[in-house]
C-alpha cells in the first residue's frame, strides 16, 4: 500500500513529462485553436516552463541547428480527421480512468468525496487559457501578413483549422518569429500565472493520488498507463504539428 502510493504521488511529475508545454499550446491557438482545445483537455498535466521567465513561443520554429523532419504529407485530410480522433479518445480515457478512479478508491482526507480525480483531470485547460490569452496579446503586436479580399476572415479560420500545419503556408507570417518585437509586461504575466497554475496543479494532484486508498501496486501502475497514453496521445499530435510548423516557417521567410 505505501509503495503505490509513492507511484501515485509521482503520478502528476511523471505526466508532466509527457504532456505539451503551455508554449507549444500557445503557438498551436494561432493556427488550430480547436485541436489545441482538445489537446490541452486531453493531457492530464503540462510541461510548465519557469515561473516569470517568459518563454516566447515562436523561439519553438527558430531551429538552426536542424530543419523539421517532416516534409509536405500526403493524405493531410485523413491525418487531419484522425488528429481530431486521437484527441478526443485521449479525453475520453482521461474522463473515463478519473471517474473510475475516484470510484473504487477512497480519499483519505475526503472520504466522501469520490469526484476530485476528476476535477483534477480537468483542470489543464485552466492551465493552458493564460498561456494562449497571453500569446494572442503578443501576436497583436506583430505585422500581420496581407490577405486577398476576396478570402474571408471565417473561410481562412477554417481552412487553418482542418490543414495540417505542414501543408499550411499562409497562416504564421514572418513578422510573427521576429526577435524585434518584445513580448510586453500582459504577455510575461499570463504566462507566469499559467506556470504557477501548472505548479499548483501537479501539488493537487500529488495530494489527491497520494492519500488514495485500497489501491495495489499493480492498480497504481496500471493508472497511471492509462494516464500516460492520453499525455502520450496528446504530445505525438503535438509534435507532428510543431515539426509542421518548423517545415513551412523556412520557406515563408524565404518569401518574404
Not at 515561473?51 to 493524405?75: H, W
Amino acid at each position: 500500500m505505501a509503495a503505490a502510493s509513492v507511484l501515485l504521488g509521482l503520478t502528476p511529475t511523471i505526466l508532466a513529462k509527457l504532456g505539451p508545454t503551455i508554449a507549444e499550446i500557445a503557438l498551436l491557438s494561432s493556427r488550430r485553436p480547436l485541436l489545441s482545445l482538445l489537446l490541452s483537455m486531453g493531457a492530464p498535466v503540462t510541461c510548465s516552463s519557469r515561473f516569470l521567465q517568459f518563454e516566447n513561443p515562436v523561439d519553438l520554429l527558430r531551429r538552426p541547428e536542424r530543419t523539421g523532419i517532416l516534409k509536405p504529407l500526403r493524405f493531410a485530410i485523413a491525418i487531419s480527421f484522425f488528429q481530431y480522433v486521437f484527441a478526443m479518445l485521449a479525453i475520453i480515457n482521461l474522463i473515463a480512468t478519473s471517474v473510475e478512479l475516484g470510484r473504487k478508491t477512497v480519499l483519505s482526507w475526503r472520504c466522501s468525496i469520490s469526484w476530485l480525480p476528476l476535477m483534477w483531470a480537468i483542470t489543464p485547460i485552466a492551465c493552458y487559457a493564460p498561456a494562449v490569452l497571453s500569446f494572442q496579446i503578443y501576436r497583436r503586436k506583430v505585422p500581420s501578413c496581407p490577405h486577398t479580399i476576396e478570402d474571408s476572415a471565417l473561410r481562412r479560420a477554417v481552412r487553418c483549422e482542418f490543414t495540417i500545419s505542414a501543408n499550411n503556408r499562409n497562416t504564421m507570417h514572418i513578422a510573427e518569429v521576429s526577435k524585434q518585437v518584445h513580448p510586453g509586461a500582459w504577455s510575461i504575466f499570463l504566462q507566469s500565472t499559467s506556470s504557477l497554475f501548472v505548479i499548483l496543479q501537479i501539488v493537487f494532484g500529488t495530494a489527491v493520488f497520494s492519500s488514495l486508498l485500497y489501491i495495489g501496486v499493480e492498480d497504481a501502475t496500471v493508472l497511471l498507463l492509462r494516464y500516460a497514453t492520453s499525455a502520450f496521445l496528446c504530445r505525438l499530435i503535438m509534435y507532428l504539428e510543431l515539426e509542421g510548423m518548423i517545415l513551412v516557417a523556412p520557406d515563408q521567410e524565404g518569401n518574404r
